[in-house]
C-alpha cells in the first residue's frame, strides 16, 4: 500500500510540473484555480481497455496517464512510434499499469483496421474510444493548396470516421457496448477564419457523433464530444500561435483569465467516458472558460468601460428621458 501511494504522489507531482503552463493569467485567474489531481475514485477504470489516436503528446498523452492512474490499459496510437513507445514507458513506470504503443496514421482505413487487429490481440477491443489525433495550422484560406485543405481534413474527419466506423462494426459484431469521445474545439460551431480545413472538419466529426449517438444507442455505444479553447500544448501553439503573440488576446478574451490545462480536460474525459456518465450521449460538452460566449456577446466589450464612464454614460441615457 505504501509502495502504490508512493507511486501516486510521484506521478501526480510529475502530472503537475507537465501541466504548469500558466504563466501571463490575469491576476482574476486565482479565483479558478486548476484542480490538477485525479477526480474519479481509484480503480474506476480497472479492467477497461481504453484507445486513444494521438495518445503520445500534448492533450492526448495527459489523458492517457489519467486513465491509466485509475486503472486502464491504455493503447495509443499515431504516427510516430518512438514518441508513443516514450511516453507508453512513462506512464507505465509511474502507474504501474500498461499502456501500449501502436503506429497508425488514421488518414489510412487499412492502418486503422491493421492497428485495431494488433490492439485486438494484445489487449482485446477497446471499452473507451478517444479520438483525440488532429492536424491543424494558420493559413489564410486563399494560401491553402488542395493537398493542404486535405492534409488536415484527412486526419480530422475522415481519420476520425475511419476509427470509429472499424471498432464500432467490430464491437457491434461482438456485442460490446463502448464510450466514444470526440476532442474537437469551440469554432466547430461558430466556424473561424484562418483554420478552415479545421473548422469544417471539427463539424464534421460533431455531426458523425450526434449522428451516431442516436443510431448506435440500441448496441450500447454512447458518444460524447468536447470542445477545448486553447490549451497550451507543443502540437497546438507551435502552429497556431507560432510567435508567441497570440496567447495575450486569447487570455484576455477568456472570462477565468488563463487557458486551461491538460489535466482539466483529462479529468472531463475521464469522467464522460467512465460509468459515471453512462446516461451521457450525444453531449456536446464547451471546455473553455467562457471564451465561446465571451466571443459571440455583441456588447461583451464594455468590459473595459471604467466606473466613471460608466457614470457619464447613464446619465447621458437617462437625460433621453421622454425624448
Ligand atoms: C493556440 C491554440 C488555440 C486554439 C486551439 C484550437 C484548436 C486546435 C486544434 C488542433 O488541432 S491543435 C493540434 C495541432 N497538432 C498538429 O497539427 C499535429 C500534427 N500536424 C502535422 O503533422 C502537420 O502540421 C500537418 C497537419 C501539416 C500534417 O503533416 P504532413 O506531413 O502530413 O503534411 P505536409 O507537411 O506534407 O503538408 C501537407 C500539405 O499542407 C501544406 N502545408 C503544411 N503546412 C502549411 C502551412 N503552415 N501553411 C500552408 N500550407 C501548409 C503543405 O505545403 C502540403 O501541401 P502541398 O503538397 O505543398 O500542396
Ligand atoms: N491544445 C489546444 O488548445 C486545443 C486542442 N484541441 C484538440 O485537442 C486534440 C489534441 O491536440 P494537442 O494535444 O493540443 O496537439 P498535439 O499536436 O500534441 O496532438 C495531435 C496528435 O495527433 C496525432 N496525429 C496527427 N496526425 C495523425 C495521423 N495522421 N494519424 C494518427 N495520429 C495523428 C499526433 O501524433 P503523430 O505526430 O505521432 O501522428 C499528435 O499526437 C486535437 O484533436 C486538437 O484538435 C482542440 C482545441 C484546443
Not at 479558478?32 to 474506476?44: C, D, I, K, R, T
Not at 481534413?153 to 464510450?179: C, H, M, P, Y
Not at 469521445?181 to 460551431?189: D, F, N, R
Not at 456536446?284 to 461583451?300: L, T
Amino acid at each position: 500500500l505504501t509502495l502504490l501511494s508512493q507511486q501516486f504522489s510521484q506521478t501526480e507531482s510529475w502530472f503537475h510540473r507537465s501541466a504548469g503552463l500558466q504563466s501571463g493569467s490575469a491576476p482574476h485567474s486565482q479565483l479558478f484555480p486548476p484542480a490538477e489531481g485525479v477526480m474519479l475514485p481509484p480503480e474506476s477504470f480497472k479492467n477497461r481497455v481504453v484507445f486513444i489516436t494521438g495518445g503520445g503528446t500534448g492533450l492526448g498523452r495527459a489523458m492517457a496517464t489519467v486513465l491509466s492512474q485509475l486503472g486502464a490499459q491504455c493503447v495509443i496510437a499515431s504516427r510516430k512510434l518512438d514518441v508513443l513507445q516514450q511516453t507508453a514507458e512513462d506512464i507505465c513506470s509511474r502507474t504501474g499499469n500498461k499502456v501500449h504503443a501502436l503506429q497508425c496514421d488514421v488518414r489510412d482505413p487499412q492502418a486503422v483496421s491493421h492497428c485495431v487487429d494488433q490492439m485486438t490481440s494484445l489487449t482485446g477491443l477497446p471499452d473507451v474510444i478517444i479520438n483525440n489525433a488532429a492536424g491543424n495550422f494558420i493559413c489564410p484560406s486563399e494560401r491553402l493548396s488542395p493537398n493542404a485543405w486535405k492534409s488536415i481534413t484527412d486526419i480530422v474527419l475522415n481519420g476520425t470516421a475511419f476509427v470509429t466506423l472499424e471498432l464500432g462494426k467490430r464491437l457491434i459484431q461482438d456485442q460490446r457496448g463502448a464510450s466514444f469521445l470526440a476532442i474537437t474545439t469551440i469554432y466547430a460551431e461558430s466556424g473561424s477564419g484562418f483554420v478552415a480545413p479545421s473548422a469544417s472538419a471539427k463539424a464534421g466529426v460533431e455531426a458523425l457523433y450526434k449522428s451516431l449517438a442516436a443510431e448506435w444507442g440500441r448496441y450500447g455505444h454512447r458518444f460524447n464530444i468536447i470542445q477545448p479553447g486553447p490549451i497550451k500544448t507543443k502540437g497546438a501553439f507551435s502552429r497556431l500561435d507560432p510567435t508567441g503573440k497570440f496567447e495575450k488576446g486569447m487570455i484576455d478574451r477568456i472570462p477565468t483569465g488563463r487557458l486551461g490545462t491538460p489535466a482539466e480536460l483529462a479529468n472531463l474525459a475521464a469522467y464522460l467516458s467512465s460509468d459515471y456518465a453512462s446516461w451521457i450521449s450525444g453531449a456536446v460538452m464547451r471546455f473553455d472558460g467562457g471564451e465561446y460566449v465571451s466571443m459571440a456577446g455583441e456588447f461583451n466589450d464594455l468590459r473595459r468601460v471604467t466606473p466613471d464612464q460608466w457614470k457619464m454614460m447613464e446619465a447621458m441615457i437617462r437625460s433621453t428621458k421622454g425624448s
